[in-house]
Each structure stands twice: as C-alpha cells, then as structure tokens.
C-alpha cells in the first residue's frame, strides 16, 4: 500500500517507502504525471526555490560558526558559498522575470520557516546531514520541476541548480566523524530517514496540481520515487542506511 505524501504534518512526516516492483504491464496501465506538468507559474516557482536555497545557505553557515574544529569550519564554508550563489543565480532570475525577490519569497514564509524547524539538528552532526539530505532532495526536484519553464529559462535554472553544492566536504566530514565514533552512525542514518518526509511534503508543495483534479499517488508515486533512489545514493556515500 503506497504511503501518502499528503497527510498532515506532525512531529515529523512518515516516510515514503519504494513500493514493491511490479510488472511491465502494470506499469504500462498508469498514467504516469511527469513534474514538468505540474510546474507552477514562473513567479512562484522561483519565489519557492529561491527561499529554500536560502535557507540551505542559512543551516550550511551555521555549520560554520559551530564546527568544532578548523577543518570543519573550512568544509562548512564551501557548501555555504555553493548554496549562496544557487540562492545569488535564482534572485537574478526573478529580477529577470521583473518581480521584486523578497516580494517574491513572502508568500512562502510560513511553510518554509516550519521546514527549517523541523529539519534542525540536535547539533553539529545533524545539521549536517540536514543539508546533505536537504539540499540533494530539493536540488533534484527543483531541476526536474524547470521542466516545465520555458525552454531557455528552464535550462539556465537547471544548469544554475544541478551542481551538489559541495557535498563532497560533507561526506568528507560525516566519514571522519562516523570513523572515530562508530556509534554516530545509527543515529545519523536515522536522522537522515526522519528529512526525507519533511523535505518530499515542502517539495509536494510546490507542485501547481488544479483544484479538484490532484492526480492520485499512483501516479506521482515514481516521481518521488526516484527522487528516493537519488537520495539513497547519496546516503550509501556515507555508509549509512537510508
């Protein structure tokens, strides 16, 4: 049975789970929704991306002022300045479009502030993971969405979107934490699992589905799906279970 994406949150959203395969046929008999179709208008689309690579930018430089050691602090610093010229690349979009950026990134305030509440660590190691596990799903998604964007904006913004932002030196920093405390592991990875909720609800929120004519989860299902698989890449990186 296919886990629903749209519950409402509480503590944390339950995590999608990969269905079981199924045959050829069957997969021939859904319609599948491709995120290109259901790309909102430019306007919100840049508005919701632009706030969330801020915010990536935001927990990554925390993870510089709370590093616990120099090499730390200069991984952290890498990754901030990835997330700040992805957020930098989308308000000159939105300028490009005519539209104020804060004006732009208002009407999303609310979700996204209760996003990053959710998404914060306990401390240094879990923040780091959260924009690991963060800024992979919603780069991901955020590209396949500029689907649906005009053809020459929407390769700009796929192009603006697709580097990992220095995940590299996480990896690096999340290796060497879990290879002097082994017990860090289990409990990363299961903080890991706990983001992939939060982070598949912000990113269903940004999809533009029509009043009355929301497209069952059978449908979206491989979207996210792949989404999942991507994100379970990353996480074998680490070692860890996603």
């Known amino acids: 049975m296919v886990v629903s994406l749209f519950r409402r949150r509480k503590d944390h959203a339950e995590i999608p789970r990969l269905r079981t395969r199924v045959s050829r046929a069957d997969n021939d008999n859904v319609n599948r929704v491709a995120l290109g179709e259901l790309t909102p208008d430019l306007k919100s689309y840049l508005g919701r ?47 490009r479009a005519g539209h104020d950026p804060v004006l732009t990134m208002e009407p999303f305030r609310h979700d996204i502030l209760e996003f990053q509440r959710t998404t914060r660590g306990a401390d240094w190691f879990e923040n780091l993971v959260s924009v690991y596990v963060t800024a992979g799903l919603l780069d991901d998604f955020f590209v396949r969405l500029a689907g649906g964007l005009s053809e020459e904006r929407g390769k700009r913004v796929a192009a603006l979107l697709s580097p990992d932002a220095g995940r590299s030196h996480i990896v690096d920093e999340l290796l060497a934490a879990i290879g002097e405390n082994p017990r860090l592991a289990s409990r990363l990875a299961l903080w890991g699992r706990r983001l992939v909720g939060d982070t598949l609800l912000v990113a269903r929120s940004a999809l533009a589905v029509p009043e009355d004519t929301a497209p069952d989860e059978a449908r979206l299902e491989p979207v996210f799906t792949e989404l999942i698989a991507a994100h379970a890449r990353r996480m074998d990186a680490l070692g860890l279970t996603a």
């Open 49 to 95: 991306a632009a706030y969330l690579q801020l915010t990536i930018f935001q927990a990554a430089s925390l993870g510089v002022s709370g590093a616990p050691h120099l090499r730390g602090m200069h991984a952290m610093t890498w990754v901030a300045q990835r997330s700040l010229e992805k957020y930098a690349g989308l308000v000159d979009e939105i300028a």
